[in-house]
């Protein structure tokens, strides 16, 4: 099956700074999608992104399918932005199951 | 945006019971319910997707007579948990998708903490 990796595994920054996530995966896919899980466990949709490119706010985001990666960039960082993020992926010509990555896990210090 | 809500959020049980945690899709149709198992600072593990009206598909290793699952309608799925054991103590995750061709978003619920002692 689709293999799926994220850099970093751990992130640590200051409020303010810009921080840029990757998710690598090994087929091409049909759909793309970020989550970003807050402390108390809720998984929080941040993107679907198959291909192209996204902004909502201070994130954005940019799958470039024929070269199989997708990049989660996040803004003037907030405390609010701890958490793990995912990656998760569909497989072109799957079961359209989507295969999560590890996650990167991001720490906001104030 | 779409919602998925998931009952209970805990729940305490002694070890030989079971439990049912309902997922329910509030503002849409799920055609498709997936149930995950996350375990502290892991990611998280596909048990199962079900279809609406059919039998769930099970993944690898897990025990479908121990993890029952029942897709009844576009906006129910549950799982119940039997004869629960203290190994069964989990994070468990319902996510949902819509039947919109060609689009395979899927929404989480807010999970279940389940302990069993």
Do not use: I, M, W
């Given at each position: 099956g689709i293999q799926v990796e994220q850099s970093p595994p751990d992130l640590i920054l200051q409020e303010g700074a810009n921080s840029t996530l990757r998710c690598n995966f090994s087929d091409s896919v049909n759909n793309l999608q970020w989550f970003h899980q807050n402390p108390w466990g809720q998984l929080i949709n941040l993107f679907y992104i198959p291909s192209g490119t996204k902004q909502n706010g201070r994130l954005s985001a940019t799958t470039v399918a024929t070269e199989r990666y997708s990049l989660l960039y996040i803004s003037s960082s907030q405390t609010t932005d701890s958490g793990v993020y995912f990656c998760a992926v569909g497989e072109t010509g799957g079961s359209y199951i989507p295969t999560f990555g590890r996650g990167t896990s991001l720490i906001v210090h104030p | 945006g779409a919602v998925v809500s998931q009952h209970p959020s805990r729940v305490i049980c002694k070890s030989g019971t079971s439990v049912k945690i309902e997922c329910r899709s509030l503002d849409f149709q799920a055609t498709t319910m997936f149930w995950y198992r996350q375990f502290p600072k892991q990611s998280l593990m596909l048990m199962a997707t079900s279809n609406e009206?059919?039998?769930?598909?099970?993944?690898?290793?897990?025990?479908?007579?121990k993890f029952l699952i029942n897709?009844?309608?576009?906006?129910l799925s549950t799982l119940t948990v039997t004869s629960a054991h203290p190994e069964d103590s989990s994070f468990y995750i319902c996510s949902?998708?819509?039947?919109?061709?060609?689009?395979?978003?899927?929404?989480?619920?807010?999970?279940?903490?389940?302990?069993?002692t």
């Open positions: - | 009206g059919s039998k769930a598909t099970y993944e690898q290793g897990v025990e479908k007579d897709h009844a309608s576009l906006t949902a998708r819509g039947g919109v061709a060609g689009v395979y978003e899927q929404y989480f619920g807010p999970g279940t903490r389940l302990t069993v």
